[in-house]
Structures are given as C-alpha cells and as structure tokens.
C-alpha cells in the first residue's frame, strides 16, 4: 500500500472519498460527510458515472496494493472481460476537476461511459469540455470565432 512518504513531487495523487456498501444484497455508494447527497433519480447516466469511476479506482487501488498483478488478473477476479477492463480502468484517471463534478456536484454527464472512458485519454484541461458539454478551453481565446 502506498503511504504519504511514498509520495513524490512528481507524483500527483487524487483521493475520491467514497465507499460502496451493501444494502439489500446490492452495492451503495456512500459519500463524504453524512452521505446525505445521493446520485440524482432524476439523472440515471450521474450515478452510473459514479459507479464506474469508483469501481475503476477500486481496480487502481487493488493493482498499486499488489492484489493483483495484471489486469488479466483483475478481469477474472471480477468475472468480467479483459477488454471491460482495459476500457473502464481509465476512469480512475479523469481529471480532477471531473471526478470532482461527477462524485459532488452529480450531473450533467453529456456522454455514454464508453465516450467518458475515452476522454480519459485526453488531456486533463480538455476533459471537462468533452464530458460536461461545455466549452472548450480555447473558447473564449482572442481570435477564436464562436459559430
């Protein structure tokens, strides 16, 4: 398990304070505080968002703990395709200020859990902009034409 003192400058961590509990046989995520804020009913893709990213960091954490050394590993251990999880383990690399949108604010998510793991990809200042629907980072960039 890594502690603070494994921690680098050139390192940077990002916690998600959440954790999944059972109720009735199924899984819940609790949140920060008094976990009165629950995803939004009205929203349903926010709480699956919310899901996948705690599912792909609890994948993270298993592999940095040694729990398993491959994700081949990770895939049987959790019944599930290597694809599914080579695709959805992204997730526990968003930006910051996603994570921090989906898991606190809930909402808004304009695309599929397949186009958010591929943002995944993408540099951290354009994500917000490819998941949220919102501008982009150079919108509003002298010489920039909005259409």
């Known amino acids: 398990m890594t502690t603070i003192a494994d921690v680098t400058a050139s390192t940077v961590t990002v916690l998600v304070p ?3 509990r059972r109720r009735n046989g199924r899984p819940k ?5 008094d976990g009165s804020r629950q995803p939004n ?3 349903p893709g ?3 968002a919310l899901r996948a990213v705690a599912r792909a960091w609890d994948w993270r954490r298993r592999l940095e703990a040694g729990e398993v050394s491959t994700l ?3 895939a049987d251990f959790e019944k599930v395709t290597l694809p599914f999880v080579s695709r959805f383990i992204r997730l526990a690399y968003l930006s910051p200020l996603v994570v921090e949108r ?11 859990l397949d186009h958010l793991a591929a943002a995944a990809l993408e540099p951290w200042a354009r994500q917000p902009a ?3 629907d919102l501008p982009g980072p150079d919108a509003d960039a002298p010489g920039s034409e909005a259409g």
Request: net charge negative.
């Open 130 to 132: 490819l998941v949220f």
């Open 72 to 74: 081949q590993d990770l």
């Open 18 to 20: 959440i954790a999944i």
């Open 46 to 48: 926010s709480g699956a």
């Open 102 to 112: 989906i898991v606190f604010k809930g909402g808004g998510i304009a695309v599929s």
């Open 41 to 43: 009913a009205s929203d």
């Open 29 to 33: 995520i609790v949140l920060p505080d």
